[in-house]
């Protein structure tokens, strides 16, 4: 996908700001500030504004005006719950509609990703890759573009409240991905569900100690 236009750039520009917290969470969006920052003018940046809205990033009240959409650490839960039933629900689908040569490239992919587990941003951008892939082989469209939605604000919150500490957890995460392959292989979608699941649950139980230890949770639920 190529990006010519002042308004791709910005777009580009103030999603990067935002995902990263760069610009925080709750932070208003002053039309006229912005604009002068990024030497346009207010029309392509109001119609950025508005692909942010879609892409859940920005809130947009009549009379209020933008700020970006808040953020809090307990949205984990959400988070997770809804990147395990779409992870689940797309990888057992892909059990049986992934041709073998799909399952080479997962494989290729996967190998690849173990040379970045010291580089959690790295690995998380091919994780989210990797889950659209597979929910792109089960032929879900709907789903691989929720499931990215997701995966985006995972992201997001990942970078703001864990960017220093995420990388404890991916070398185990990175092992999973090499047991849903074999279990994608064998063409059992019990075990990738198994395997989904028990991959989701402590993912969000690591997350969560991290949380509380950053002082981001007071409390586990």
Known sequence: MKFNSKKDQIYIYLREQIMTGAIAPGERLVIDKLAEELNTSQTPLREVLRMLQSDGLVEIEPYVGARVAPLEADSIYEIFSLLSSLEISSSK????????????????????????????????????ALHAFICECAT????????????????????????????KRVTAAQQEHVDL???????????????????????????????QESGALEKVL
């Open 140 to 167: 879900m469209p709907l789903m691989r573009r929720m499931l990215l939605t997701v995966l985006d604000h995972w992201d997001r919150l990942r970078r703001i409240y864990l960017n220093d500490v995420s990388s």
């Open 93 to 128: 689908l892909a059990c049986h509609r992934m041709s073998d040569e799909e399952l080479d490239e997962l494989a290729q992919r996967v190998d690849a990703m173990a040379a970045l587990t010291d580089k959690p941003d790295a690995w998380s951008q091919e994780n989210k």
């Open 181 to 211: 392959l074999a279990a994608l292989r064998a063409r059992d979608p019990e075990r990738v569900e198994q395997i989904l699941r028990r991959h989701n649950e402590a993912s969000l139980n690591a997350y969560l100690t991290l949380l």
